[in-house]
């Protein structure tokens, strides 16, 4: 009995140092490639991005091309007499969204049975 419990306590040992340095193998692997699998993840975060909301990027990116050619200054001496004569179809299109989205709150609750 001695004998075979000494067998198993060496298997047993053996097995142990046989998985520590295959831990030791698979960390080594994973440090390898952990730089690579980070910017594969960036790359699919910004697809993603793209994907759900694409105008977003496309306004950012005509914004930045915009201030790329004339700047900040620029921008603000061409879009502020815009802005100025048409304040008033701006307010128009606010007060349209709001009171939209209001009365579709208010047919929510209509519809509620109390």
Do not use: C
């Amino acid at each position: 009995m001695k004998r075979r419990l000494a067998i198993l306590a060496a298997n047993r040992q053996r097995l142990s140092e046989k998985i520590e340095s295959q831990r030791m193998e698979v960390a080594a692997i994973a440090r390898r490639w952990q730089t690579p699998v980070a910017l594969a993840d960036l790359g699919l975060g910004a697809l993603h991005l793209i994907r759900n909301h694409p105008l977003l990027v496309s306004g950012g990116a005509a914004a930045l091309l915009a201030l790329r050619r004339k700047g900040i200054v620029g921008m603000a001496r061409e879009w502020w007499p815009l802005l100025k004569s048409y304040s008033s179809p701006f307010s128009f299109v606010l007060k349209f969204v709001s009171s939209a989205t209001r009365s579709q709150g208010d047919e929510r609750d209509a519809s509620v049975d109390h």
